[in-house]
């Protein structure tokens, strides 16, 4: 445990050390965030704020991961396989915030474009699981416990998808997404303590590290945000962590703020295309509170006890 808490450190030294260059490069360059017109008004004076933190907490913490992992003599595919996750979604949002600041707007890889990418992805570490004889049991409701690699194939590409997606989608607000999955990555390493994965436990302190340091500089007022390349990492190293801990549908509990922002989107569209009205203010659903009057530092507090509870719950019944 004390080995793995090296990670921490480790990630947090180097997040807080590189993130202020970076602050600076992009403020030089003029490069920041094209706020949408369709959000709330107020957030338009946040137009020019640099982004794409989340390379230096993904960075930092895929390194931290690399080197303590090797050092505690448990590196192993499970290792590769989290980190491909982590960087290889985290390079689809790289690559989504490089063109939104290169052409100055708020649209950067068209919605197909990201989705072949994300499922690809999917496929890459599906198969380098198989491969590696991975021992899962998915349960389904209906058919009940399956090994089925094509269920398991399929399943992973909706979770990895989905899930990283639904980050994504919670990164709105200053430090919001942020301690949001501080708490969640925090839920699974102590899931992977009890279990005795300590490569997880490293894995998921070495993201954490990152994310305390990065929250410095993203709690409201913000001064980074990060990216397309922070979020949708840290939604596929969630997504993989409970597949390779055989929690999967943990995260409904312990990511529920997730699946919340998630549904009320698919409520919204569904609604609308329908009736013509819509059910929520604005959405994703914080934006639905800030429409109401809820202050942003409101929003982030409420929002992080119901993930601070959800995951209460899970480790109560299931942990």
Not at 5 to 11: D, E, N, P, W
Request: a positive charge.
């Amino acid at each position: 445990m004390l080995q793995s808490t090296i990670a921490l450190i480790s990630s947090l030294v180097i997040t807080a050390i590189l993130l202020p260059w970076l602050i600076i490069y992009m403020h030089a360059n003029k490069e920041g965030q094209e706020i949408r017109d369709e959000g709330p008004k107020w957030h338009q004076k946040k137009s020019g704020t640099p982004t794409m933190g989340g390379t230096v907490f993904v960075l930092a913490a895929a390194l931290s991961t690399v080197w303590v992992t090797i050092w505690q003599g448990v590196m192993s595919k499970t290792v590769w396989i989290l980190l491909i996750s982590l960087l290889g979604y985290g390079i689809i949002g790289f690559l989504d915030d490089g063109l939104k600041l290169h052409f100055k707007r708020n649209l950067g890889l068209r919605a197909w474009q990201k989705l072949l990418l994300q499922i690809l992805i999917a496929v890459v570490i599906v198969l380098i699981a198989t491969s590696d004889g991975f021992g899962f049991k998915l349960w389904l409701p209906i058919l009940g416990v399956t090994t089925s690699i094509g269920l398991f194939t399929i399943f992973t590409i909706i979770w990895l998808v989905g899930y990283s997606n639904a980050v994504n989608l919670s990164d709105g607000i200053d430090g919001l997404a942020t301690g949001l999955t501080i708490i969640a990555y925090g839920t699974y390493a102590y899931l992977a303590y009890r279990q005795h994965q300590i490569a997880i436990l490293t894995y998921c302190l070495a993201i954490i590290g990152g994310l305390i340091a990065f929250f410095i500089f993203n709690h409201k007022p913000a001064k980074i945000f990060m990216g397309d390349a922070g979020s949708l990492a840290l939604g596929g190293g969630l997504a993989a962590v409970s597949l390779f801990l055989n929690r999967p549908w943990s995260l409904l509990l312990i990511g529920i703020v997730f699946v919340c922002e998630t549904a009320s989107v698919m409520m919204q569209v569904a609604s609308f295309q329908l009736t013509g009205k819509r059910i929520f203010k604005m959405t994703p659903i914080h934006h639905h509170f800030e429409m109401l009057g809820w202050s942003e530092w409101k929003v982030d507090f409420v929002f992080w006890l119901v993930g601070l509870i959800g995951s209460a719950i899970y480790l109560m019944i299931w942990g």
